[in-house]
């Protein structure tokens, strides 16, 4: 899964970006001559695997990952309105999952006030006025191309931009509109920045940390949101000590790192669960969309896997937890045979077996 990290200029996208990360890219309070955008690879710290892993004791241990990207700031430029983020800054923006919006709520060296939902509206304008140009892109080369008359698919594809340049005028993001499965088919490509699930990141300094609850329950109104204290987060994730560690997050009084909150809420956001797999040579999560059966579960493992699929031989993380064993499992009539439709639930234990 791919988060990208957004936000105004200076919102503290590189503090959360090297919380999460252990990464050590540059924070400055100055403008920033970097454009490419800072990535990682992070470890989804899924304590049930940790656990599976005691268990089985396999050769090799593999948690989710997620990808972040951290983005330089959207300056709105008056002078050129279609410019949010710089061209080839925009085609990865667009590659992303899901967008975090990163929102100031510390005093600034650079200045200006403390608005965290000010921040939040200028990001959501930005967003909307960049799908609004793709949507009416699109809808003039489609007239432009069809003078002779179009083609029943192209007008189809014009209708439905219509309906969504009127829901963007409207200011309502495309995440909001309903489509039919033709319709999100039709839509894959244009990779609209509406559409994608956001949520936010309310970046505290340490005295204004929890302060204001009435804030992030405000903001959460409309979209999932964590508050954090991004410097401090920083900092602690920069301890190697334990003790050290879990005496910083008592003094704040938190009880799990920003990695681990955000990764929650990113799940979350996304509609993601999450399946494992069990044996001596590995221990491993997968992410899968809720919802999806025990035939997309192989798939998400290998193509074959799917494609022979014959059963899934399943049972849940809590029963084994639970029963202490697979052993103890089976005896507890906990063991399960699964077919194609399965539903497969956060936590189950799956091995697929197929032939191809
Ligand atoms: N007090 C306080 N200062 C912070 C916090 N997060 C970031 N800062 C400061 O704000 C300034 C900008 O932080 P960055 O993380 O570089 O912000 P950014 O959003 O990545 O900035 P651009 O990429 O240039 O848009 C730096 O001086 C940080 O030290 C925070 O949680 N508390
Ligand atoms: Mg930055």
């Known amino acids: 899964m791919k988060i990208g990290l957004i936000g105004t200029p200076k919102s503290g996208k590189t503090t959360i970006f090297n919380a999460l990360s252990r990464a050590q890219a540059e924070v400055s309070a100055y403008a920033s001559v970097k454009t490419e955008p800072n990535i990682a690879i992070v470890d989804v710290r899924d304590e049930r695997i940790t656990k599976l892993s005691q268990m089985y004791n396999p050769k090799k241990t593999v948690y989710a990952k997620i990808e972040l990207a951290d983005f330089v700031g959207v300056a709105k430029d008056e002078s050129k309105k279609e410019e949010l983020f710089a061209p080839d800054l925009m085609r990865l923006v667009k590659t992303m999952d899901s967008l975090a919006v990163v929102l100031r709520n510390f005093a600034s060296d650079a200045g200006g006030a403390i608005d965290p939902a000010g921040e939040l509206a200028k990001i959501e304008e930005e967003l909307l006025l960049s799908d609004q140009i793709i949507a009416e892109n699109r809808i003039e080369r489609i007239a432009a191309s069809a003078k002779g008359g179009k083609t029943a698919v192209l007008a189809a594809e014009e209708k439905l931009l219509q309906e969504i340049l009127e829901s963007l005028n409207a200011l309502k993001p495309i995440r909001t509109m309903g489509f039919t499965a033709d319709e999100t088919r039709m839509l894959r490509g244009f990779q609209f920045l509406t ?99 025990a035939v997309d579960a192989a798939a998400a493992i290998h193509t074959d896997l799917a494609r022979g699929f014959i059963r899934a031989e399943c049972f849940s993380y809590d029963d084994l937890v639970a029963c202490g064993s697979e052993k103890g499992v089976k005896d507890a009539g906990k063991f399960r045979m699964e077919g194609k439709e399965y539903v497969v639930k956060d936590g189950d234990i799956l091995s697929i077996r197929f032939n191809v």
């Open 195 to 293: 559409q994608k699930p956001l949520f936010l990141i309310v970046n505290s300094s340490e005295d204004l940390f929890k302060k204001d609850p009435g804030l992030v329950e405000k903001l959460a109104k409309q979209y999932k949101a964590i508050e954090c204290a991004g410097s401090f987060e920083m900092e602690l994730s920069r301890l190697t000590d334990a003790a050290e560690m879990q005496a910083f997050m008592d003094d704040m009084g938190i009880k799990e790192s920003a990695a681990d909150r955000l990764t929650l809420v990113a799940y979350e956001t996304l509609g993601y669960i999450s399946f494992f797999t069990v044996g001596e040579d590995e221990v491993r999560a997968w992410e899968l969309v809720r919802g999806a059966s």
